[in-house]
């Protein structure tokens, strides 16, 4: 089992930059792939990014190409979101999740989640 903590969020204008934490706690950290997700108020959630346990293999939404980079730093258990050229649509609480497998991925485990909120 694994908890997750989620940190970072704030209050931002547009175009700007802020960088998301998820940190982990319990075993095998390194075993488990790890997504970012978001959900806004009334709307459904979103997948944001996800990182394979190597950090070898990252998928990215649609809507955050280009403007997001997810990383991972399996010595800290800690998995990155670098958010940068914020939009007010980005604004949402972001969560994190863990999967067990790279295979076949199901989220298991889910973090309280973080607010980010950009103003225009």
């Known amino acids: 089992q694994v908890q997750l903590v989620e940190s970072g969020g704030g209050l931002v204008q547009a175009g700007g930059s802020l960088r998301l934490s998820c940190a982990a706690s319990g075993r095998a950290f390194s075993h488990y792939h790890i997504g970012w997700f978001r959900q806004a108020p009334g709307k459904e959630r979103e997948f944001v990014s996800g990182i394979s346990s190597s950090g070898g293999t990252t998928d990215y939404g649609d809507s955050v190409k280009g403007r997001f980079t997810i990383s991972r730093d399996n010595a800290k258990n800690t998995v990155y979101l670098q958010m940068s050229a914020l939009k007010p649509e980005d604004t949402a609480v972001y969560h994190c999740?863990?999967?067990?497998?790279?295979?076949?991925?199901?989220?298991?485990?889910w973090g309280q989640g973080t607010q980010v909120t950009v103003s225009s």
């Open positions: 999740a863990a999967a067990m497998t790279d295979t076949t991925i199901v989220y298991r485990y």
